[in-house]
């Protein structure tokens, strides 16, 4: 397992955002995170990259436990955020923001080579590169900070809801663009996203949160079937 999450408590103030969440991922997989508004996944991700400190639990990643380290740190290891929202630097251009997701690396090759990489699956971002991040239409915004995220070379990258507000034509889009991540480069994703049933066809497994507990997981395709995933999230 690339990454395991072990009876993990979360607070904010004093309430508890999660409940004791115990989860498992497979080196090249996706796994995908579904619930409303408010049920833990963000905390989940956010946990993952050091941004939230646990109250009790462990996470470890490549055998190796992490919760106490830094978020450099834990960048600096392979793990990879996407925040929701995008949050590019937007009067930075796009090769700027880009650039700004290899911070921590001093392999000049390996980052030329990373760039040829992000142009590969985002070609706009090539077309655009002087352009100033805050100019570009909210698809390109989105596919600006996943290409940041993959300058890290990350072994592992969280998504935060990254169809969020795009249209159905670039939901598509992304969703082709993670799965070539995943296949092509090897990467493992923790895809949190509102899309359920877009999301739980990307992944090989899912889990279902509900105030801040895991209460359903399973194979992504007995998810798509399942009466209460079906009920709750994929409209009937």
Partial sequence: MILVLKNIVVHYEKVRALKGISLELEEKSIVTLIGA?????????????????????????????????????????????????????????????????????????????????????????????????????????????????????????LLDEPSLGLSPVMVKEIGRIITNINRGEGVSIILVEQNARMALKLSSQGHVLETGRIVLSGPSIDLLRNDHVRQAYLGG
């Fill in 37 to 157: 508004n408010g049920a833990g996944k963000s905390t989940i991700l956010k946990t993952i990259s050091g941004l939230k400190q646990l109250t009790a639990g462990e996470i470890w990643f490549l055998a190796r436990k992490i919760n106490l380290l830094s978020p450099h740190t834990i960048v600096g290891m392979g793990i990879a955020q996407v925040p929701e929202g995008r949050r590019v630097f937007p009067y930075m251009s796009v090769f700027e923001n880009l650039l700004m997701g290899a911070y921590l690396r001093k392999d000049r090759e390996g980052i030329q080579k990373d760039f040829e990489t992000v142009y590969r699956h985002f070609p706009v971002l090539n077309q655009r590169k002087n352009q100033a991040s805050g100019s570009l239409s909210g698809g390109e915004q989105q596919m600006l900070a996943m290409g940041r995220a993959l300058m890290a070379s990350p072994k592992l990258l």
